[in-house]
């Protein structure tokens, strides 16, 4: 698809990036969405793995000339990443390989469970984006060897600390909620918390690892 | 102070939402219905960004330490002191006067402000509560919460906003997904009568009856805000409200306008919903008009 901004209601732009992931794609969104944020200050912006939501409030600045200013930044390619000036943070989650999905998963993958662990833990990730619960960081990519569709029927509630896979990519779930993908593990890392200075555990852009206990 | 009697079904602080952290993946929360809350807050006097109390499922009931103008709001809502008073209209109350909010039979959300704001501690630069994350709590009888100051007095008591006419007649602009459907799903959509089902809360309203499935294909998550209209692979929509994720991979096939998301907030199960197509000038106008309204009732305290 051809890169465009479209308005997502009065209060906010949708850009595209394209339709397919790709590591340039989010670098991209992300600054694209900082730049939307910190320098030019018109609203919350949230990139995602080839899009990025600007916010603006239409009372104040011309919904026009929003898309305008948004049009510009994506016809200026790759720009700077503000809200990643400390990059090389990296982030160990100490994880428990027992989550109810992990044999199954290995069995789909015609890997042993060793060799999955093996497979899921001796990568360094990237948090690509945080999104969906607070503290939720999108992580990737997982081996290709690891054959992980979401579950058909998600589950009503997934516990808090579980580790998971889905589509090439690995999340830890921050509190109970619903959710579809496969749970290999779990760990006792709080992910998400308010009270913190830095209230999440994981910021986009980290590194990421899980250290088998 | 102000403090909690009859503490309602669920009811929390709320203000116009937490935008800080949403690429932290924190939901904004705020108001399900924004025009309720700014209005009951304009009527009191307080600034758009001070907290209120949203209630779910009656009765709710507070007394102040000190005297106060409050007003309620919302669908069908109603408020008694000494006497029974309408919604949508401030009322001046002594200190220790029992104030109890009245929900009516299509009540869903009601809307307390309090001159001087609720002046709980602001979590992550915003007092609304997200109940999911721990951000807040529900409401319970015997709780006491700081009010701000207030310069309000007798004499900013009964102006009034016209409340909002809660038709189920709902402005959305197409897209940004509308790209991904067949053009009749489109045309299905600015036609077709949806029902309300019962599963809706905060975080979104749930559409049946009329199933728009999207084209096959993926979509890869992305940012969304409340009003989306997203429509998950069954067909059957769900319009994103306060609680709403802050990414979402399903296409989203309109977007309801600010000045409408209250009304669809407010639906009860088994009503139903119209979606008519508008332009963002529409929108923005609609956006306006409401800002005039508020300003038009605002106490200058």
Redesign the interface.
């Known amino acids: 698809m051809t890169p465009r901004v479209v308005p997502f209601g009065e209060s906010a732009l949708l850009v595209e990036l394209g339709d397919e992931f790709q590591e340039s794609t989010v670098r991209r969104a992300r600054g694209i969405a900082d730049h939307w944020e910190t320098v030019l200050g018109f609203g919350p912006a949230v990139p995602a793995y080839a899009s990025a939501v600007l916010r603006f409030d239409p009372l104040r600045t011309a919904p026009a000339d929003a898309q305008s200013v948004a049009e510009s930044l994506l016809a200026r390619g790759e720009l700077t990443l503000i809200a990643d000036d400390t990059p090389g943070r990296v982030v160990e989650i100490p994880t428990t390989y027992d989550g109810p999905d992990l044999a199954g998963t290995a069995e789909r993958s015609n890997l042993s469970v060793a060799d999955l662990i093996r497979l899921h833990a001796e990568r360094e990730y990237t948090a690509y984006f945080l999104g969906f619960l607070p503290g939720t960081a999108y992580c990737g990519r997982l081996d290709p060897r690891i054959v992980a569709p979401r579950l058909e029927r998600p589950r009503e509630r997934v516990p808090a600390g579980s580790v998971a896979i889905a589509d090439g990519q690995t999340i830890v779930y921050p509190l109970a909620s619903p959710g579809g993908w496969r749970l290999i593990g779990r760990t006792d890392l709080v992910m998400f918390d308010p009270g913190a200075a830095e209230p999440v555990r994981i910021r986009a852009g980290d590194r990421v690892r899980f250290v088998p206990l | 102070m102000i403090h909690v009697g009859d503490a309602g079904l669920r009811s929390t602080v709320q203000d116009r939402g937490r935008?800080?952290?949403?690429?932290?993946?924190?939901?904004p929360a705020g108001a399900a219905d924004a025009f309720a809350l700014a209005a009951a807050n304009a009527l009191v006097g307080n600034a758009d960004d001070a907290a209120g109390i949203e209630i779910i499922g009656g009765p709710f009931s507070f007394t102040c330490d000190d005297s106060r103008v409050v007003a309620v709001a919302g669908r069908d809502v109603s408020l008694a002191t000494r006497s029974r008073l309408p919604g949508w209209t401030s009322v001046f109350v002594r200190a220790g006067q029992v104030v109890t909010v009245h929900a009516g039979e299509r009540t869903r959300f009601a809307y307390v402000a309090v001159s001087g704001g609720i002046e709980t501690t602001p979590?992550?630069g915003s007092r609304a509560a997200y109940l999911?994350?721990?951000?807040g709590t529900s409401l319970r009888a015997g709780d006491a919460l700081p009010l701000g100051d207030t310069q309000a007095g007798a004499e900013d008591a009964a102006r009034g906003v016209d409340p909002t006419v809660y038709d189920g007649r709902i402005r959305a602009?197409a897209?940004?997904h509308d790209d991904r459907f067949e053009g009749d799903a489109i045309a299905r959509f600015f036609n077709d009568a949806f029902v309300v089902e019962p599963a809706s809360d905060r975080q979104g309203v749930r559409l049946g009856d009329v199933p728009i499935a999207p084209r096959t294909g993926e979509?890869?998550?992305?940012?969304?805000?409340a009003?989306?209209v997203q429509v998950p692979r069954g067909g059957a929509p769900i319009v994103l409200l306060a609680d709403h994720?802050?990414?979402g991979g399903y296409p989203?096939i309109a977007?309801?306008?600010?000045a409408d998301l209250g009304k669809v907030a407010q639906s009860l199960p088994g009503e139903s919903l119209r979606f008519y197509r508008v332009e963002?000038d529409t929108?923005?106008d609609a956006?306006?008009a409401e800002?005039r309204a508020l300003d038009g009732a605002r106490v200058s305290a």
């Not at chain 2, 935008?19 to 939901?27: A, E, K, N, Q, Y």
């Not at chain 2, 999911?132 to 951000?135: Q, R, V």
């Not at chain 2, 979509?219 to 805000?225: A, E």
């Open positions: 935008f800080g952290h949403l690429r932290s993946g924190v939901p979590i992550l999911p994350a721990g951000l602009m897209g940004p979509l890869l998550s992305c940012g969304i805000v009003g989306a994720q802050t990414t989203v977007t309801v306008i600010a963002r929108a923005v956006l306006r800002r």
